[in-house]
């Protein structure tokens, strides 16, 4: 019969029952969570392969990009020196002195007339002096006219090679300009797709962080379960210690009662045995009949 005031088994039954049982809810929540941990990782694995292909489309981008800007350089630079050019064109041309060779062939017909009038015409010596004066001003304003035509020829040639210099340099930077599209272009589709593995990584990142966070929240639940059942584990190893301790007591209360009895069986025996020799004597000496 179990000591009502002591550790009964059914106590100790019950207390087992509930470790066992929160042990089974820590061990529920563990799996719980490491489903949550499962999914976590793979979307890692996922981020983890999206961050390559970007990485890949962030490089061949930027070499795009730097190829184009080479181009870029190119083009502008080309530009610039023809749009110098053009100033410089531009500058010569101010030079220039309009219908100069037309000016040129007029004071020739001039002269040649003068000449003419001097040759075929009666003159007075005052008026002949008058015509010579005259044909030798136009004689020098015509050889100052001739060095500049001469001079603007030579510009007029230095022109032409000008354009066909800023022809070249325009060409040119077309041909550039082209290049940079071209890079533009195909930089253009990196980018594109570096955008959007961008947002498939934010959108990784939120599923990833929504499992971590649900992963944290039932690991949480497991260990506050876990230290229940360990405090119960301690309850229930008490428990037991606390009725070993009594089945000790009891033990050692029995078997001091058992010694008692054997000791008063042993002394009641003896008794009877003293009893017997007496009665023994007294029948031998006569003094009863029994």
Do not use: C
């Not at 961050?51 to 800007?69: A, Q, W, Y």
């Not at 080479?70 to 110098?84: L, P």
């Not at 041309?93 to 004071?107: A, M, S, T, W």
């Not at 961008?198 to 639940?221: A, C, I, P, T």
């Amino acid at each position: 019969m179990e000591d009502e005031e002591g550790v009964s088994r059914k106590k100790i039954i019950g207390a087992e029952e509930k470790f066992r049982s929160l042990i089974d809810k820590r061990n529920e929540l563990n799996d719980e969570s490491k489903f949550f941990k499962e999914e976590r990782d793979s979307v890692n694995d996922k981020k983890k392969k999206v961050r390559e292909l970007l990485n890949d489309r962030i490089k061949k981008r930027d070499e795009l990009v730097k190829k184009s800007r080479v181009h870029k350089k190119k083009r502008n630079e080309m530009q610039k020196k023809a749009k110098q050019l053009i100033e410089f064109k531009k500058e010569k041309r101010e030079k220039l002195v309009d219908n100069l060779p037309e000016k040129v062939e007029e004071l020739n017909a001039e002269i040649k007339v003068m000449e003419m009038k001097q040759q075929t015409t009666q003159l007075s010596i005052q008026k002949e002096r008058d015509l010579i004066d005259t044909i030798r001003d136009r004689m020098k304003e015509l050889k100052e006219k001739e060095e500049l035509l001469g001079e603007q020829e030579g510009i007029l040639k230095e022109i032409g090679s000008l354009d066909k210099k800023i022809d070249e340099l325009f060409k040119k930077a077309d041909a550039e300009h082209e290049m940079v599209v071209k890079y533009s272009k195909e930089s253009r589709k990196f980018h594109d797709e570096v955008e959007k593995y961008y947002k498939e990584l934010n959108e990784m990142n939120k599923e990833s962080d929504d499992w971590h966070n649900k992963f944290l929240e039932v690991r949480e639940r497991a260990d506050h379960y876990h230290q229940r059942a360990m405090k119960m584990k301690e309850e229930v190893i008490g428990l037991k210690r606390e009725r070993a301790k009594e089945y000790r007591k009891q033990k050692e209360e029995l078997k001091k009662l058992n010694l008692s009895v054997e000791k008063e069986l042993a002394d009641e025996k003896k008794l009877k045995e003293k009893e017997d020799k007496i009665l023994e004597k007294l029948k031998k000496e006569g003094k009863i009949d029994i």
